[in-house]
């Protein structure tokens, strides 16, 4: 167990070496050149160069090391990493990217975690109930059911909720701010009504992976020589599947969440547009549309972060529960 | 079901095929996936604003030639010489600016004077006064001449002189350009008459040829006798008001296509042959599966890609942008039988009628139109090409490097094994969404760029399915034989192993092609994908953002929706027929 943890531990920092690698080239493939940008957005378009602010463009290149070649580059990016700067982003007003990643991610992560628990809360008794009656009428209706709502478009279903349900609910997400006037009561229900159309949009998608996955796991388990054992013990069909098969096919579908973690940080970008809610996604769009690299870099990164620890989360959740690979 | 597989002569893809077929929902799917197909690659002949053929003459077009060979053409002509003598003059006397030194300047002469210009143009950075005349290339040669050293002003001297010997070979070469557009415009003119006019007019094309002596260009006012005779000869044959146009069939459906076009419709229409009527006829009967399949294939690409490469050569694109629709309804367009495509609208047509925009559902436009009044099913009929494209594309990418790695891994073990699992592991945390808008905002606007990310991100799950099924199968009786018998690696791995280990690969491949297209839907609606006035099923969802008309939203929603499920479907059938443990 030791060498699978320190294994899966060696592996966070190359794979983000990798991704912040492959992101900063990409960002320096591009044509436009960020000081161009920046003085022709603070002369308001008027590109008339004179000396002096030559040089001020050539100092401001300097400061940002962006006259150096690009391993360079790459390594003064690392070593403020290593300090936790990711510095300013290059966006008015001028604060420094992590504050703005600090401010957005609280948001998105509640909304992700809400989503994360209404997938298993739903899709596990699915998945039992397909199982359990596998080939029923059950079976292929919530097959059927699980299928149509993995192939609807997250962005389509969030327009036409937008479009129809709106007079009902709002159409702007999440307000973090009118606890003043409401109390708290009034304030959890103003969230909730703010919430339900976002989390509904993430949140169906992952009905049918988890479903399906519980499906097929659970039907392995209970073609197991324990399980005809219990049936022949005379026990309830209702405990032999629940309370013996049910466990073991849960081992699999824990780590699961480490395959659901990196699509709902990049669902979140669609579901913050439409419906302006003011999370990472948002901002990493924002970003993206004004090439503000520090920001952009710094996002990225986090979220490369967040989803190494969920995948390593959901490792060590394995190793705990599976008492198999516990003397590997 | 077990029995058949002792049943000698069923191969293993034989029972995959009855199972698969046993299952009706699959089934169903698989016929809306490949009609899909089929209306996508069909697109250019169903909707298209140019007829498949017409009988007919098109005097507009003719007129308009008459007019660029008389107007245009012959002023050119006319100007040659005036030119060339103001262009020599200029270089003689220095008052040439440096611009038009260096569009004339040979390269070897460029290298020696490059430097003293370069230190030159420095220097005038400075002087507030005369840079911008240097930065816009309007100082005269005799000044720069003033201003460089002794030798430097003789290599500049020289080199003017060169230009000035080399101009008139130059204007001798625009002249014969010049010529062979009119000769281009007189047969395009003469493709219109009758027959018996037509050497008439190759006469006309010869005047204009001889016309010219050599030294043409050096002639006062550039009019010769000779040109002048060909001119009025030209007015006199060919003017419109002296010509009868004769009606001939024409196909302007052909320049609406291109090379690969042809070559998927071609190969289309061969391969539901191959597929269907041949295959009942005889084929059937043909064993191996591998083989029948094998000539099948033949059947259908390779007259496919004759005829496209045939198509490549041989076309030249004539009257590409007329408006046959318009010519048809203000007379320069004369047609006396026409036979047009079911549709008859293109995904960038903006009519100028604007009454047209928003307007719902009619007969007409059978999905109505969006807010610049294109039509809507011409769009997604012409999004579907690109949305389903993207899906295909990038999933053969990452199954060509999925299976390729796989099996590479699987079949060697040791460390090549090792590296590879490694390889997967780590490009597996990648944040793959990310990573995709990264690259599509930054570099410049192409789908092929989503293509390749989406391929070069996707392959990781599909090399593991790939090695656990080489590892799963190498240790089978006939790999041994082959083995025992002398067979090579890699005969081993294609012949016998590959075959066998493709269907799981079948199913990611099926997903993946489905989440591809939802992928790429998401990014055009992010305003990221694929850009006006190219169409994708996620671009008119972006273009409907926000607006009141409800077609524009519900509609390619919808047909994104039904292609992901029906591919989800068909994945789920093929893992269904596949997978020994689900059957009790």
Request: some cysteine.
């Amino acid at each position: 167990m030791r060498t699978y943890l320190l294994k899966r531990l060696l592996l966070i920092p190359v794979t983000l070496l990798g991704v912040t690698f492959i992101t900063f080239l990409v960002m320096k493939l591009a044509p436009g050149d960020p000081a161009q940008a920046l003085k022709a957005q603070a002369a308001g378009g008027n590109m008339t160069a004179s000396e002096q602010n030559v040089q001020a463009q050539e100092l401001w290149k300097r400061e940002r090391h962006l006259d150096k070649p690009l391993l360079t580059q790459y390594g003064y990016w690392l070593r403020d990493l290593a300090r936790l700067d990711f510095g300013r982003s290059f966006m008015p007003p001028r604060e420094k990217v992590l504050a703005r990643i600090a401010e957005a991610l609280p948001i998105t992560i509640a909304i992700n975690l809400l989503s994360f628990a209404l997938i298993y809360l739903v899709a596990l008794p699915v998945g039992i109930v397909c199982a359990a009656r596998q080939f029923s009428w059950w079976d292929r209706a919530l097959t059927i059911a699980v299928f149509f709502l993995y192939s609807l478009p997250a962005f389509w279903i969030g327009e036409l909720m937008m479009k129809f349900l709106c007079p009902p609910f709002p159409t702007t997400g999440y307000q973090p701010h009118e606890i003043g006037e409401l109390g708290f009561a009034g304030w959890l229900a103003a969230w909730a009504r703010h919430l339900v159309l976002p989390v509904t949009c993430a949140t169906y998608a992952g009905f049918a992976f988890l479903s399906r996955q519980m499906r097929s796991s659970l039907l392995e388990q209970v073609r197991q020589d324990f399980v005809r054992t219990a049936r022949a013990k005379g026990l309830p069909e209702r405990v032999v599947i629940l309370r013996h098969a049910v466990r073991n096919a849960l081992i699999p579908i824990i780590t699961l969440f480490g395959n659901l973690l990196p699509e709902m940080i990049a669902g979140s970008v669609i579901i913050e547009y439409l419906f302006s809610i003011p999370g990472m996604g948002q901002l990493f769009f924002a970003a993206i549309l004004e090439r503000d690299y520090p920001l952009i870099m710094g996002i990225e990164t986090i979220s490369a972060v967040l989803t190494l620890l969920g995948i390593l989360a959901a490792d060590l959740l394995y190793v705990a529960v599976n008492p198999a690979i516990a003397y590997d | 079901m077990t029995d058949e597989a002792a049943v000698p002569g069923r191969s293993y893809w034989d029972i995959v095929t009855r199972a698969f077929r046993r299952n009706v929902v699959a089934r169903v799917a698989l016929w809306i996936t490949t009609a899909l197909l089929a209306l996508a690659i069909l697109t250019p002949l169903l909707a298209n604003d140019r007829p498949y053929a017409f009988k007919g003459t098109m005097p507009g077009e003719y007129r308009r030639a008459y007019s660029q060979v008389v107007r245009g053409a012959w002023f050119a002509l006319l100007s040659l010489p005036q030119q060339l003598r103001a262009e020599r003059e200029q270089f003689e006397q220095g008052t040439a600016t440096l611009l038009q030194l260096k569009t004339r300047i040979p390269i070897e002469d460029l290298r020696t004077i490059y430097d003293p210009l370069e230190r030159l143009r420095r220097r005038a950075e400075s002087r507030p006064d005369i840079r911008g005349r240097w930065v816009s290339g309007d100082v005269t040669l005799r000044e720069i001449a003033s201003e460089l050293a002794p030798a430097e002003a003789a290599a500049l001297e020289s080199a003017t002189r060169r230009i000035r010997d080399g101009l008139p070979a130059l204007y001798r070469d625009r002249l014969r350009d010049i010529l062979t557009g009119i000769e281009t415009k007189i047969g395009e003119m003469a493709d219109q008459l009758d027959p018996a006019l037509r050497p008439k007019a190759a006469a006309v094309a010869a005047l204009f040829r001889q016309a010219t002596p050599g030294d043409y260009v050096f002639s006062a006012g550039g009019r010769t006798p000779a040109l002048d005779a060909a001119k009025s000869a030209f007015q006199e044959t060919l003017a419109p008001d002296r010509v009868t146009l004769v009606p001939a069939w024409r196909f302007p459906i052909f320049d609406a296509l291109t090379a690969l076009d042809v070559f998927f419709i071609v190969a289309a229409l061969l391969a539901a042959l191959a597929f269907g009527p041949l295959a009942w006829a005889g084929l059937r009967r043909l064993r191996p599966a591998g083989r029948r399949l094998g000539i099948q294939a033949s059947i259908a690409i390779l007259p496919a890609a004759a005829l496209a490469l045939l198509f490549l050569a041989l076309h030249h694109p004539r009257f590409g942008t007329v408006s046959y629709k318009a010519g048809l309804k203000d007379g320069s367009i004369v047609a006396e039988s026409a036979f047009w495509p079911p549709h008859r609208y293109r995904y960038d047509e903006v009519p100028e009628d604007a009454a047209e925009r928003r307007s719902p559902p009619s007969r007409a436009h059978p999905l109505g139109t969006d807010f610049m009044g294109r039509d809507l099913l011409a769009r997604m009929l012409w999004g579907s090409r690109i949305s389903l494209s993207i899906g295909f594309l990038s999933t053969a990418i990452a199954v060509v490097l999925g299976v390729g790695l796989g099996a590479l891994a699987g079949f060697y073990g040791g460390w090549v094994d090792i590296a590879i699992s490694r390889l997967i592991e780590w490009m597996i945390c990648f944040p793959r969404f990310f990573l995709i808008l990264a690259v599509v905002a930054f570099l410049p606007p192409s789908i092929y760029y989503v293509m390749l990310v989406l391929g070069l991100f996707g392959w990781m799950g599909i090399a593991r399915l790939q090695r656990g099924e080489f590892l799963r199968l190498q240790n089978q009786d006939y790999v041994t034989a082959a083995a025992a018998l002398g067979a090579r690696e890699g005969r081993i791995m294609f012949r016998h192993l590959l075959p066998n280990s493709l269907a799981p690969v079948l199913v990611a491949a099926s997903f993946g092609i489905a989440s591809a297209m939802l992928l790429e839907s998401g990014l055009s609606f992010l305003g990221f994908g694929v850009q006006e006035p190219a169409t994708s099923w996620g671009q008119i969802l972006f273009t409907a953002h926000g607006q009141k008309e409800w077609w524009t939203l519900v509609i390619p929603g919808a047909a994104i929706f039904v292609a992901v499920t029906c591919y989800n479907l068909v994945g789920d059938g093929i893992r269904d027929a596949v997978d020994p443990r689900l059957k009790v």
